[in-house]
């Protein structure tokens, strides 16, 4: 008896694992769509190499939001397509999380 009971509970614990790992599959899953779906399009409106910052216009909507050196992962020239977040600073929102869109050659 013994050893099916303990036959029972490792099939229960293995199942247990399965879907734990299922769930957490799920959640990083939705997590990146998340995130894919917070990022915005939008182009180098001017950008200042000594001082490290910038402007960048909204693709879709227009609007031109901040964005410091520190927040640009990569290099950015004036007219550059890139992705980018928002985040809410004490000034208003600012661009973060800036990516350069690769060039087509």
Do not use: W
Request: glycine letters at 8%; proline letters at 2%.
């Amino acid at each position: 008896m013994l050893i099916t009971s303990q036959c029972y509970i490792n099939s229960f614990h293995s199942a247990g694992y399965r879907l734990l790992n299922d769930c957490l599959l799920f959640r990083i899953f939705v997590q990146l769509l998340l995130h894919h779906l917070r990022m915005k399009k939008g182009i180098v409106k001017f950008f200042n190499r000594k001082s490290k910052f910038g402007f960048i216009r909204d693709s879709e909507t227009g609007t031109e939001y901040y964005v410091a050196g520190k927040d640009i992962n990569g290099q950015v020239d004036e007219g550059d397509h890139v992705t980018f977040e928002l985040k809410e600073e004490k000034r208003g929102p600012a661009a973060v999380n800036v990516n350069p869109e690769k060039k087509a050659d």
